[in-house]
């Protein structure tokens, strides 16, 4: 009996110690949460204007949980476009908090096309086409990294 529940003390310390982990904010990672559950992606950032230009063009191909945040100094209008972009992407336009205000799905490669954001948007996460509507995300999904500084659903100690 004692033993088992040594092993047991030691199996529950572990979960904890994963879902620490799990919950911990990370520059290559992102968190979404919403009335779907949530959601985990590794991402590139793109924090200026630069890399924002550069943005996925030229990808060929990007596993199922990866993604591009981009990242503005303030809220604003954006649009996006596809030239040069090779796969089809999913657009997620975020406010300041971080908070969902607007989704375009399967934006279409090489289309020149401008894709309006929400008004003020300060984040943009880029995910593989189709993928926000399996998982649900939606307006009012909230976001959470350490770029979002004003988060709804802030970094632990942030």
């Known amino acids: 009996m004692g033993k088992c529940r040594f092993v047991l003390s030691l199996v ?4 904890l110690a994963g879902t620490a982990f799990a919950q911990e ?5 992102i968190s979404l949460r919403g009335e779907f559950g949530s ?14 230009a550069q943005g996925l063009m030229n990808v060929a191909e990007m596993d199922r949980f990866e993604g591009m945040l981009f990242v503005y100094e303030r809220p604003q209008q954006v649009a996006f476009w596809m030239r ?13 908090q971080g908070v969902v205000r607007k989704v375009h799905s399967n934006a279409i490669p090489h289309d020149e096309t ?31 990294h350490p770029a979002i500084a004003e988060a709804a659903w802030a970094c632990r100690g942030a």
Do not use: H, W
Request: hydrophobic share 40%; proline share 7%; glycine share 8%.
């Open 12 to 15: 529950a310390a572990s979960m």
């Open 25 to 29: 904010c990370r520059e290559d990672r």
């Open 39 to 52: 959601a985990s992606f590794r991402i590139d950032v793109a924090d200026d204007a630069q890399e924002r």
């Open 84 to 96: 040069n972009t090779l796969i089809p992407l999913d657009m997620i336009f975020a406010d300041a």
């Open 114 to 144: 401008p894709i309006p954001g929400a008004p003020d948007t300060k984040y943009v996460l880029e995910i593989n086409g189709g993928l926000a509507e399996t998982l649900g995300i939606a307006p009012g999904t909230e976001m959470r």
